[in-house]
């Protein structure tokens, strides 16, 4: 029974703290663009491929020798 006077207080400062890490990290912006870093892995900057893709889709016409060879 004596634990219990110890291990409660600890669980409730515990919790506050989380709480108190929750919303700075709400405050701070951590939780704003959730889906940019998702898909930005998908899209390589450096690859000739995706900015032919960016291209394409915006309407220009593009050779099929200016294409990348495909990767292995």
Same mark, same amino acid.
């Given at each position: 029974?004596? /634990?219990?006077?110890?291990?409660?207080?600890?669980?409730?400062? %515990?919790?506050? %703290? /989380?709480?108190? %890490?929750?919303?700075?990290?709400?405050?701070?912006?951590?939780?704003?663009?959730?889906?940019?870093?998702?898909?930005?892995?998908?899209? #390589? #900057?450096? #690859?000739?491929?995706?900015?032919? /893709?960016? +291209? +394409?889709?915006?309407?220009?016409?593009?050779?099929?020798? #200016?294409? /990348?060879?495909?990767h292995a």
């Amino acid at each position: 029974m004596p /634990a219990l006077y110890v291990m409660i207080p600890a669980a409730l400062l %515990i919790v506050a %703290i /989380a709480v108190y %890490i929750f919303f700075w990290a709400v405050d701070s912006g951590q939780y704003d663009d959730l889906d940019g870093p998702a898909h930005s892995i998908l899209f #390589d #900057d450096q #690859d000739p491929a995706h900015k032919a /893709a960016v +291209e +394409e889709a915006a309407g220009h016409s593009i050779k099929p020798d #200016d294409k /990348a060879p495909p990767h292995a």
